[in-house]
């Protein structure tokens, strides 16, 4: 049975840090591309930043060069360091694991609460 399990999140004032992660129990990770995603209430889930099976990142414009993804493919584990937050960074933060090429292969963890302060 798979299972992504987020953790990391919590409250944090602006400008300050946090950083999320995420442990896959999958069999296929190293080599498909993994994300991370937020929803705000009211606001339809938006991916923050994605990571390459050879370590290409990409973010959204509205968190680029505040946050940075990584992957530790021996730990089967995705980062999201987040900097100088900002109060429009308060959402749920979904950590989406990829095993293959449709839908099907696509699985979420629970969700982590990320809260900031102004």
């Known amino acids: 049975q798979v299972q992504v399990a987020e953790s990391g999140g919590g409250l944090a004032q602006a400008g300050g840090s946090l950083r999320l992660s995420c442990v896959a129990s999958?069999?296929?990770?190293?080599?498909?591309?993994q994300g991370w995603y937020r929803q705000a209430p009211g606001i339809q889930r938006e991916l923050v930043a994605s990571?390459?099976?050879?370590?290409?990142?990409n973010y959204a414009d509205s968190v680029e060069g505040r946050f940075t993804i990584s992957r530790d493919n021996a730990k089967k584990t995705v980062y999201l360091q987040m900097s100088s937050l900002k109060p429009e960074d308060t959402a749920v933060y979904y950590c989406?694991?990829?095993?293959?090429?449709?839908?099907?292969?696509?699985?979420w963890g629970q969700g982590t609460q990320v809260t900031v302060s102004s």
């Open positions: 990571i390459s099976s050879t370590g290409i990142a």
């Open positions: 999958v069999f296929v990770f190293s080599t498909r591309t």
């Open positions: 989406n694991v990829n095993v293959g090429s449709t839908n099907a292969d696509r699985y």
